[in-house]
């Protein structure tokens, strides 16, 4: 198994291996494009061997500018993309032993950009989807037809479905990758557009009957019909994006209490990021770590405006 500690156990490990994610392809000086270079570690940074120029492997990263450890930066990556129920800054600063919950704060922050990956493919194969609505009290208007007026939000999700076959020769079905998404309706063009961006053309789509699943929606795709009917038959004909829903709300509601409408997607990427990589802790921590780098530094506006979302 797999020990985190071990081998980022020191300050000059965790820089070996933040050189290689940088320059995955081998070192090249953007100066003299030189490929050999000197680790200065008191420094946190490298020395071209041709011009003597230091570079920092930190700059334009998440980490641009920072004086926490490079240490500090890995352990808080592998938590908070491991972290089943989700971490808060505070409980980032004391699990890190940081003395400043701003610098955990922003840190928190900054690596969760990293759990959106604009190049990661998308779902193929059989695919179940459908909608749910997260918050808002439990009287009022249910169904499809929600507004933001009664604080609550329309989500839709798709998850890739895995066909096996068990030791008694039975076919079973697991589930595989999760997408979700916060929608203003459940119309035929919104359904639409979300299942173009997200699941490969010729996929099967498993759907309930609400018409917004249309000839017209789905005309990329093959289309299979699983409800038509009442709404608690989808739990049953649809098992597998209902289980993630449920979860999903377990999480929201016991994590962190509630999540304000406007800040929703934001919480549903983490969920999603960890949902998909909750076999592999190291490919998660690897995932979070390679694209909070090549997202570089956060602009201020950014990091105030996101001082009332977390």
């Known amino acids: 198994m797999w020990d985190f500690r071990e081998q980022f156990s020191t ?3 965790c820089l070996e291996y933040l050189i290689l994610c940088k320059w995955p392809e081998g070192f090249k000086c953007p100066h003299c494009c030189g490929s050999t270079y000197t680790v200065l ?19 334009q990263t998440v980490m641009h500018w920072s004086h926490i450890p490079i240490k500090k930066w890995f352990e808080a990556a592998y938590w908070i993309a491991n972290h089943t129920p989700g971490m808060s800054a505070l409980q980032l600063q004391k699990h890190l032993g940081i003395g400043s919950y701003d610098s955990a704060w922003h840190m928190l922050h900054r690596l969760r950009k990293g759990m959106v990956n604009d190049e990661r493919t998308k779902l193929s194969g059989l695919i179940e989807t459908d909608e749910t609505i997260i918050g808002g009290p439990a009287k009022g208007k249910k169904g499809r037809g929600v507004t933001a007026s009664e604080n609550k939000s329309l989500v839709v999700g798709a998850v890739e479905i895995l066909v096996y076959q068990s030791n008694s020769g039975k076919k079973k079905e697991r589930t595989g990758r999760l997408r979700l998404a916060l929608i203003p309706d459940a119309s035929e063009d919104t359904l639409g557009d979300f299942l173009e961006e997200n699941a490969e053309t010729g996929s099967r789509i498993r759907t309930d009957g609400w018409p917004g699943y249309s000839e017209a929606a789905l005309i990329d795709f093959i289309h299979h019909v699983r409800v038509i009917g009442k709404e608690q038959i989808a739990h049953k004909r649809l098992p597998h994006i209902h289980r993630a829903f449920g979860n999903l709300k377990t999480w929201l509601n016991g994590t962190h209490h509630g999540v304000d409408p406007k800040h929703l997607q ?3 990427d983490e969920y999603t990021f960890r949902y998909n990589r909750r076999q592999t802790p190291m490919a998660a921590f690897q995932s979070l770590l390679s694209i909070s780098l090549k997202r570089g530094p956060l602009p201020l506006t950014e990091l105030a405006s996101a001082a009332s979302t977390w």
């Open 41 to 59: 570690s008191t420094r946190k940074s490298i020395q071209c061997k041709s011009c003597r120029r230091q570079l920092s492997p930190m700059a």
């Open 11 to 13: 300050e000059q490990r």
């Open 266 to 268: 934001s919480y549903l």
